[in-house]
């Protein structure tokens, strides 16, 4: 059977960057099994021919109506699908999904009748506000980082811009490249409606969220994007863990360093 990727060169090679993200998310050791989720908008690679694609799947519900979705299309991790296995073979372990017209259900377009992340409708949620925003933003990664979510476990670093400014200081890169810094969500049951209604009052201010002792949730405006955030911050809590281990407590850049470089290049905080 044809690709939905065969003669669609840009579809196709979103979908090489998500296979390539994952691959990067697996070797890290942060998608462990078949952990964390990955959801790209691919609207906008829709040709007429795919927009007329019959469905491979039934009908299946969200389970949330999301008006700002309808007619989108978008490639999603498959549930229960290992990272390291998209890495290799991204059609066979994820799929694309059409949203239908009453913006409440959706049906798989293709390559196969994979289903997707039983995250799917917090992922989905975020992705309609963006739209909704007028966000240029197309991808959602959830993940497990390690050092991150290991800070996550000391209750000092959970208030408000604390594990930012933390993690800010570590190293210059971060500020610049993670230049909202990091929300926090309290811990709340994997997949609820309350976790994903937490992480989307926290995406109102940050890019990448921490969910406390599970993961972390990053939006960007494609999925290298969304993961290079993520990666950054990890660094800087390695640097933060790694200076723990010798013995001390790092001393980080100033507020007044902060401060210049903010300056300097131009950022929002």
């Not at 993961?227 to 001393?251: H, N, R, T, W």
């Amino acid at each position: 059977m044809k690709s939905i990727l065969e003669g669609r060169p840009a579809l196709s090679s979103e979908v090489e960057k998500i296979a390539e993200v994952a691959g990067y998310l697996w070797q890290n050791g942060w998608a462990e099994r078949n952990g964390g989720n990955i959801t790209v908008n691919v609207t906008e690679y829709a040709d007429e021919e795919m927009k007329a694609m019959p469905a491979i799947s039934d009908v299946k519900q969200i389970g949330v109506t999301l008006p700002a979705l309808k007619g989108c299309y978008f490639y999603c991790k498959g549930t229960g699908k290992r990272m390291r296995d998209l890495a290799r073979r991204p059609m066979e372990n994820g799929s694309i999904i059409r949203i239908l017209d009453d913006c409440a259900s959706y049906v798989i377009i293709a390559d196969n009748e994979v289903m997707p992340t039983s995250e799917l409708p917090s992922h989905l949620t975020v992705h309609a506000h963006l739209i909704e925003t007028g966000s240029p933003y197309k991808a959602t990664v959830h993940t497990h980082p390690i050092e991150l979510v290991a800070m996550s476990h000391n209750r000092k670093f959970l208030a408000k811009d604390v594990l930012t400014n933390i993690l800010w200081s570590m190293i210059p890169e971060t500020k610049a490249f993670c230049p909202l810094g990091l929300g926090v969500v309290p811990y709340e049951l994997p997949g609820s409606n309350t976790l994903a209604d937490a992480t989307l009052r926290e995406l109102e201010d940050y890019d990448v969220v921490l969910w406390e002792k599970h993961g972390v949730f990053a939006k960007g405006l494609d999925v290298m994007d969304a993961f290079d955030q993520i990666d950054v911050l990890s660094k800087s809590a390695k640097i933060y863990i790694s200076s723990k281990c010798m013995g001390f407590e790092p001393e980080g850049m100033s507020q007044e360093q902060m401060a210049e470089m903010s300056k300097a290049f131009n950022l929002p905080k």
